[in-house]
Every structure is written in structure tokens, then in C-alpha cells.
T-cell receptor, first 110, second 113 residues
Framework: RKEVEQDPGPFNVPEGATVAFNCTYS??????FFWYRQDCRKEPKLLMS???SGNEDGRFTAQLNRASQYISLLIRDSKLSDSATYLC???????????FGAGTILRVKS | EPEVTQTPSHQVTQMGQEVILRCVPI?????FYWYRQILGQKVEFLVS????????KSEIFDDQFSVERPDGSNFTLKIRSTKLEDSAMYFC???????????FGDGTRLSIL
């Protein structure tokens, strides 16, 4: 089983749509969780940390389910500028390295 | 907003040559990292560095790789004898502590000929 698994997409959605991404991770002792976005040939940029209680930042909502080892990201009212690859990232318990999923491609079209 | 800076943005080198990639982490951060991303593939961890020593490294980080913090600001990755398969984007990252989010530099594209 992959350490961090994501649906690669692509998700093609119209502007204004709501889209949800999911991610699963294999190590139950993982400590911290993040969503990063990556534009083509650019560096990963932190979108938000993910907490068990769920957290929201504007149009973005992230959820963590530790029992199911599942992380989600919801984007409401999609903008053209949201087009990117969304990376599910987990900080494993046994070290301070980030483990990245392969990413989910989002394309928002007008 | 403070940021991680990397130089050069693009490095082209002959196979077998040594390369040094440079990074200036965010000034009050204590943990430093190198990652790489081969074109079309996911971001992979190479090494983490704290308190002037390596705290963790991956299988990719073999004897050909080394890291150094030569002064109070720079953090370098050296590849001693480059191979074709070292061609990738190399990202430096830093964080204030081990569970805080890591902030990435804009990368060095390494092309081995």
C-alpha cells in the first residue's frame, strides 16, 4: 500500500463549482497533515494544515479522519486561479520528513 | 513575507561532475530539508537537518550526497559524481520546528548531460 494515496484526476470543473479531493495514508501514527498546491514546474506551496476538528480558510475546508486514515479537501466556488495540482502531505511519526501524495490535478474552466 | 531562496535556478552539468545546490532558509527556522521531484513524478524526501547534523535521510540519499550548513545562513546539497538519473527539480525547505508546516524554495532544476 502506498504511504499517501490520492486520486490523480484530472478533475475538470466549471467556475463556481464545488469540488472535493480525498486522500488516504498508511501510517496510523502519522502526526501532522497538510494540503499543498503545486503549479506546473513550481514549488509546493502550503494551502492549509489539517486538524481532526476540521478547519476552514475562506473557500477551502479540510477534514481529517484518524480512524479511517483519511483526509479531504473541499473547494467551494472554484476560480480559474484554483487550477493546479493539489498535494496531500503527511508528516510521519517516526521522523520529520514529509511524505507526498502524487497529487490531484484540478482544472477550472470558464 | 520571508521566503526560502535557492540558487541557481537552473544548473546544467556533465555526468560525473560535482554540483552544489544552495539554499538560504527562513532566518528563524531551525529545521532544514532537501526534496527532489523527477519530472512527472511526486516530490520525494532526501534529507532533514537539525542542530548541525542530519536527523533523517532517505534511501535516495546515498554516499554521493552530502549536506552542509557552512555558515549561519546557507544550507547546501552536494552531489559528488552526478548521474543521468539525478536530473530533477531539487527543493529546499525549512520549518520552525518538526511538526510545523515546511516552506519551500522555488527550486533548482538540475539537468545532467
Amino acid at each position: 500500500r502506498k504511504e499517501v494515496e490520492q486520486d490523480p484526476g484530472p478533475f475538470n470543473v466549471p467556475e463556481g463549482a464545488t469540488v472535493a479531493f480525498n486522500c488516504t495514508y498508511s501510517n496510523s501514527a502519522s502526526q501532522s497533515f497538510f494540503w499543498y498546491r503545486q503549479d506546473c514546474r513550481k514549488e509546493p506551496k502550503l494551502l492549509m494544515s489539517v486538524y481532526s476538528s476540521g478547519n476552514e480558510d475562506g473557500r477551502f475546508t479540510a477534514q481529517l479522519n484518524r480512524a479511517s486514515q483519511y483526509i479531504s479537501l473541499l473547494i467551494r466556488d472554484s476560480k480559474l486561479s484554483d487550477s493546479a495540482t493539489y498535494l496531500c502531505v503527511v508528516n510521519m511519526e517516526y521522523g520529520n520528513k514529509l511524505v507526498f501524495g502524487a497529487g490531484t490535478i484540478l482544472r477550472v474552466k470558464s | 513575507e520571508p521566503e526560502v531562496t535557492q540558487t541557481p535556478s537552473h544548473q546544467v552539468t556533465q555526468m560525473g561532475q560535482e554540483v552544489i545546490l544552495r539554499c538560504v532558509p527562513i532566518s528563524n527556522h531551525l529545521y532544514f530539508y532537501w526534496y527532489r521531484q523527477i519530472l512527472g513524478q511526486k516530490v520525494e524526501f532526501l534529507v532533514s537537518f537539525y542542530n548541525n547534523e542530519i536527523s533523517e535521510k532517505s534511501e535516495i540519499f546515498d554516499d554521493q550526497f552530502s549536506v552542509e550548513r557552512p555558515d549561519g545562513s546557507n544550507f547546501t546539497l552536494k552531489i559528488r559524481s552526478t548521474k543521468l538519473e539525478d536530473s530533477a527539480m531539487y527543493f529546499c525547505a525549512s520549518s520552525p520546528d518538526r511538526n510545523q508546516p515546511q516552506h519551500f524554495g522555488d527550486g533548482t532544476r538540475l539537468s545532467i548531460l
